[in-house]
């Protein structure tokens, strides 16, 4: 998943700004809910989900402040 996430990123024809604005408030909510049914493993994915998510809407949003 995490690969076809990345691939996802490098993708030219996409709305990058929302598909990592979805996946970064998925990935929140999946740690929010892992916090009450803790689950380290899970933790841990869901943050690395998080930061690759959070590069991904910056570059993104960076991107799009060029163009304009």
């Known amino acids: 998943?995490?690969?076809?996430?990345g691939y996802a990123n490098?993708?030219?024809s996409m709305d990058k700004v929302?598909?990592?604005v979805l996946n970064l408030v998925g990935a929140i909510?999946?740690?929010v809910s892992l916090s009450v049914?803790?689950?380290l493993a899970a933790v841990v994915?869901?943050?690395a989900w998080a930061c690759?998510?959070?590069a991904g809407l910056v570059t993104a949003?960076?991107?799009r402040r060029r163009r304009t």
Do not use: D, R
């Open 1 to 5: 998943f995490i690969g076809a996430f």
């Open 10 to 12: 490098v993708s030219p």
């Open 18 to 20: 929302l598909f990592n």
């Open 29 to 31: 909510l999946l740690l």
């Open 37 to 39: 049914h803790f689950n």
């Open 45 to 47: 994915l869901e943050a």
């Open 52 to 54: 690759i998510a959070l």
């Open 61 to 63: 949003l960076n991107a």
